[in-house]
């Protein structure tokens, strides 16, 4: 049932999106716990990751049950359905559409038929082959569309659900398909008796394991372990599988890693109180700010953050410059995605919806205004003329990732590459285009730098257009991007 009201999003203009996660999931193995609720909190922790559709699938040792529906996962679930998924096994899965439209028969956990069993999975990225799936199960399958592609699903994850029908056990048939998988893939998935886990080689999304008194968790970020009360054990590597069943975890390197972790986790995506690969996402943007302030230091009375995404490069910013923090611009977090566009004669209130300036902390005052990214411009622009509205005598804005000039097609939703603003002006252009006195984005380095990663573990392709994995030659002609770097391949390095 689709739900008219409050899918919330961190979109500050109303039709203006920008940059959405892919997903989040979560995964629990742990006899005698209720891990329908361990889940629900679970999937709590990662609404950020997806608004569209929630699901749980669990499983007693005998029979698989999933519930899912489009929404927040508040919204999707209540006691008494909670109460109905019984069992010691359970997945989770909170979505934003980026392959297959945001329709229920897309939610996810996927549930499929297995020569023996069932499988229920739960998916974070984005594969960039799936014409060739589609070949492969084509071939195998007869009919082909049975199960989910059966029922109208029209995912990459409905493809890697059907190949994962065949025989053996469903490690034996994740053995077999994950080295035909090219993109990005973070599983958590299960049958009657086990939980399997399951990460791309690049491992571009992240994915963690934990422990519970009395089993495991596998969750997208550390955020979600805390909630659940479980203690980080480790991420789960590029390439690895993991099962959980009654005999314990065991672990295994199905494909060979080739890490480069998203660095647009650090800057954007994940919540600050995750930490990834060891560093703490919320240090990594206050630096990416102190950087910033390094490389673009300006004469100013206060730095304030685009609320709530450029808060911690603001703090760090305003740290390194000497120049006072404050908050200028109050955020509304209870605007949905789906809320009734303003008419013509309230339209020029745009943003108002979302942020309002304090004019008291705004008037007379030279501002730096700090936030994370621009995609298209517009919510900057926006911001730039509400506050000269409310008397900022100068507005100067910087931003904490470089500019953003390339799609990305492993799991994050920004705009086509002809909607990107960088893609066709240069800074100078870009400030006047936002109305900003002056403009600062930080450098690839100094981004990179402030992860604490190597650049060579890193994904960089929205910025620097290097794609880790390959993409197929008719997607990337049709994005522009063999055109544009016919001198150049278009990956840096190959994924075979
Ligand atoms: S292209 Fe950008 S957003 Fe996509 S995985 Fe790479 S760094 Fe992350």
């Known amino acids: 049932m689709a739900r008219g009201d409050g899918k919330l999003s961190h979109d500050l203009l109303p039709g203006e999106k920008g940059p959405q996660d892919a997903c989040g ?18 999937l709590y922790a990662l609404q950020h990751r997806g608004q569209e559709s929630a699901g749980i699938a669990t499983s007693d040792g005998s029979q698989i049950m999933v519930y899912k529906d489009m929404g927040l996962v508040s919204q999707v679930f209540d006691e008494a359905s909670l109460e109905a998924l019984q069992g010691h096994i359970a997945i989770g899965h909170t979505r934003y559409a980026t392959t297959g439209g945001s329709v229920w028969s897309n939610a996810q956990p996927t549930l499929g038929p297995r020569h023996e069993g069932t499988v229920a999975l739960a998916h974070n990225g984005n594969l960039v082959n799936t014409e060739e799936l589609l070949t492969i199960i084509e071939q195998r399958h007869e009919p082909p569309r049975s199960g989910e592609l059966a029922r109208g699903n029209t995912t990459d994850t409905a493809l890697v659900t059907a190949l994962l029908n065949s025989e053996g056990s469903l490690a034996d048939s994740l053995r077999e398909v994950m080295p035909l998988l090219r993109g990005a893939y973070c599983f958590t998935l299960m049958d009657e008796t ?56 065991h672990s295994e390197q199905v494909v060979e890693p080739r890490p480069k ?55 760090g910013y305003a740290q390194e410059s000497d120049i006072p923090y404050g908050q200028g611009m109050v955020k509304n977090a209870y605007v949905g995605r789906t809320f009734i566009q303003p008419s013509q004669t309230i339209r020029q209130l745009g943003i108002r919806l979302k942020l309002n300036p304090l004019r008291e902390v705004i008037a007379g005052k030279r501002l730096v205004v700090v936030d994370d990214s621009i995609v298209r411009g517009n919510t900057q622009r926006a911001v730039v003329r509400m506050l000269r509205e409310a008397g900022a005598a100068e ?20 705009a086509s590459r002809a909607e990107l603003i960088a893609n066709g002006l240069g800074i100078e252009e870009i400030a006047r285009s936002l109305g900003a006195d002056s403009l600062g984005y930080i450098s690839e380095e100094g981004m990179i730098a402030a992860t604490n990663q190597p650049e060579e573990a890193l994904c960089t392709a929205c910025f620097s ?12 002609r049709a994005q522009g991007i063999l055109q544009a770097r016919e001198s150049e391949p278009i990956a840096a390095e190959k994924d075979a």
Not at 220 to 242: K, N, Y
């Open 465 to 476: 257009g290097k794609y880790p994995v390959t993409l197929p030659e008719h997607v990337a």
């Open 25 to 42: 999931v979560f995964g629990v193995f742990a006899p005698g716990e209720d891990v329908s609720k361990l889940t629900y909190y679970g």
């Open 261 to 315: 972790g998203c660095v647009f986790e650090y800057v954007y995506l994940a919540r600050p109180d995750t930490r990834i690969a060891g560093r703490s996402v919320n240090e990594s943007r206050a630096e990416m700010g102190r950087q910033l302030a390094r490389e673009h230091p300006v004469e100013a009375d206060l730095v304030i953050p685009t609320p709530e995404s450029g808060t911690p490069a603001a703090i």
């Open 194 to 249: 086990a939980l399997y886990a399951a990460r791309d080689p690049q491992g571009i999304r992240p994915l963690v394991l934990g422990r519970l008194e009395r089993g495991w968790v596998v969750a997208s970020e550390t955020a979600a372990l805390d909630i659940c009360g479980a203690s980080f054990v480790r991420e789960v590597a590029p390439g690895e599988m993991i099962v959980v069943d009654e005999q314990g975890l």
């Open 395 to 414: 507005v100067h804005v910087r931003i904490s990732s470089p500019p953003v000039r390339w799609p990305c097609f492993y799991g994050i939703d920004f």
